[in-house]
């Protein structure tokens, strides 16, 4: 069983930047592969970023593709993603999220922390 909880979110104006965080319990992080996804009002639950257990293989939604970074410290049992030029329309709850594969697919994925808002102001 791991236990997800995320920080980080907040408001920030468009262009601005965020770090969001992602902290595991246990002992067996470094299993799972990991990802970021993010869903906004009245929209499906869309992937924004997933890393591998080494963390060498990382995967992006085209739309945060040059603006996002997802990395992880297994010493610190964190993943982390990283925002930049924040845009509206990144604007969600965004959840971390564990599983065997780093895959795009939400129900590939056996664990889900509660979420973070991010708004982006105009």
């Known amino acids: 069983q791991v236990q997800l909880v995320e920080s980080g979110g907040g408001l920030v104006q468009a262009g601005g930047s965020l770090r969001l965080s992602c902290a595991a319990s246990?002992?067996?992080?470094?299993?799972?592969?990991m990802g970021w996804f993010r869903q906004a009002p009245g929209k499906e639950r869309e992937f924004v970023a997933a890393?591998?257990?080494?963390?060498?293989?990382?995967y992006y939604a085209d739309s945060v593709k040059g603006r996002f970074t997802i990395s992880r410290d297994n010493a610190k049992n964190t993943v982390y993603l990283q925002m930049n030029s924040l845009k509206p329309e990144d604007t969600a709850v965004y959840a971390c999220?564990?599983?065997?594969?780093?895959?795009?697919?939400?129900?590939?994925?056996?664990?889900w922390g509660q979420g973070t808002q991010v708004t982006v102001s105009s």
């Open positions: 999220a564990g599983g065997n594969s780093a895959v795009t697919i939400p129900a590939a994925y056996d664990y």
């Open positions: 246990g002992r067996t992080f470094s299993s799972y592969a």
């Open positions: 890393i591998s257990r080494s963390g060498v293989r990382t």
